[in-house]
């Protein structure tokens, strides 16, 4: 059956490392995947998008990596500050126009 | 540019009440989607609009809930009647871009069903 798994549930970092979340999947043929920023009580933000034949995307501190072959995607977020602190969600959009999101990794980072 | 606009922001319901929750999707916007978020869960998609069509609806369960979007504008879903699983935050979300490209949420109804 298909399957989205996001790293542990949360992950603490000290302010000023490098964040990294996992989003793997099974029985997926994503044509492209997503990442969302949510905060408590808000709806979900979208920050990158990847497609599945690209390798990396950036933008600012945010880089977002896709393996196709690992069937595995790496979401870092560089230089952390406290006001990165929030759920993020990965989502995997099929080409039958199907999204599907993953629980998502609540990311703490420490001052 | 306006968001998406939801209503009600939070509702509070006994088990077999009804409920009725209304999305408006940003101006322009032809594709509209529904979520349910239960606590410590990602969204699940229940239904999916192009324009006033259904995409998908694999997902509702549809012996309780619907949902219409008459003028391929505002929609608005319905619970009837509500069990207690059906506690969550019910998610609107809208695109511009068909099936590829951001998705704009709204800032969701959290339902709570006693």
């Known amino acids: 059956s298909q399957k989205i798994e996001q790293n542990s549930e949360a992950l603490n970092i000290q302010e000023g490392k490098t964040a990294t979340l996992t989003c793997n999947y099974t029985?997926?043929?994503?044509?492209?995947l997503q990442w969302y920023r949510q905060d408590p009580g808000r709806g979900p933000v979208f920050l990158l998008l990847?497609?599945?034949?690209?390798k990396e995307k950036r933008k600012e501190r945010l880089k977002v990596t896709f393996d196709t072959t690992l069937k595995q995607s790496l979401f870092h977020i560089t230089a952390s500050q406290p006001a990165d602190s929030a759920t993020y969600l990965c989502?995997?959009?099929?080409?039958?126009?199907?999204?599907?999101f993953g629980d998502g990794t609540t990311l703490t980072v420490k001052p | 540019e306006a968001g998406v606009a939801q209503s009600p922001r939070y509702k509070i319901i006994e088990k077999r009440q009804s409920v009725a929750f209304w999305c408006n999707p940003i101006?322009?916007?032809?594709?509209l989607y529904w979520y349910q978020q239960i606590l410590g869960q990602g969204p699940k998609l229940l239904i999916q609009?192009?324009?006033?069509?259904?995409?998908?609806d694999s997902q509702l369960p549809k012996d309780r809930f619907s949902a219409e979007r008459l003028k391929g504008v505002d929609s608005t879903l319905k619970i009837q009647p509500a069990k207690l699983e059906d506690s969550a935050v019910y998610l609107c979300?809208?695109?511009?871009?068909?099936?590829?490209?951001?998705?704009?949420f709204g800032e969701g109804s959290r339902l709570t069903v006693l």
């Open positions: 989502a995997l959009h099929t080409n039958a126009g199907k999204s599907t």
């Open positions: 101006s322009g916007h032809a594709t």
């Open positions: 979300a809208s695109t511009g871009q068909g099936w590829v490209g951001e998705l704009f």
């Open positions: 990847i497609r599945e034949n690209e």
């Open positions: 609009f192009q324009n006033n069509g259904v995409v998908d």
């Open positions: 029985n997926y043929s994503p044509a492209y």
